[in-house]
Structures are given as structure tokens and as C-alpha cells.
């Protein structure tokens, strides 16, 4: 077997826990054979945005077809 890791960045309003949330939601619609989630770094968004906006960034591991 053979896995490749992607970056994403969940963004959530709500907190870390949906920014996460959102990521792996994300990794599911539009990736095959997903496996772990690696959670990298946390950070919030606050010069640019009416509102606080959590960021969560994760490596999403999936196994490559054959």
C-alpha cells in the first residue's frame, strides 16, 4: 500500500473543533480512501473578518489506487 498526504485548512466561525470538522467533511466529498487525519496547526483569523474565524490546518492521508 501507498499513501499520499494532502494539506487542508478548515475555517469555521464556531470554534476549532467544526474548523476540523469541516477539513475532514471535505476530505470525504472529494477524496477516495481516506485513513487519518493529522491535525498540524490551530490559528484564528481576526484583522480581516467580521468575526473571529478558526482555522484548523490538517494532513489528510489516503491511500493511492493501484
Excluded at 7 to 22: C, H, K, P, Y
Amino acid at each position: 500500500m501507498v499513501y499520499k498526504k494532502v494539506t487542508l485548512i478548515g475555517r469555521s466561525t464556531e470554534g476549532f473543533d467544526q474548523a476540523v470538522d469541516n477539513a475532514v467533511e471535505r476530505a470525504n466529498k472529494t477524496l477516495d480512501n481516506v485513513h487519518w487525519i493529522e491535525v498540524e496547526e490551530m490559528g484564528v483569523e481576526v484583522a480581516s473578518v467580521p468575526e473571529h474565524e478558526y482555522q484548523a490546518e490538517v494532513e489528510v492521508a489516503f491511500e493511492l489506487r493501484e
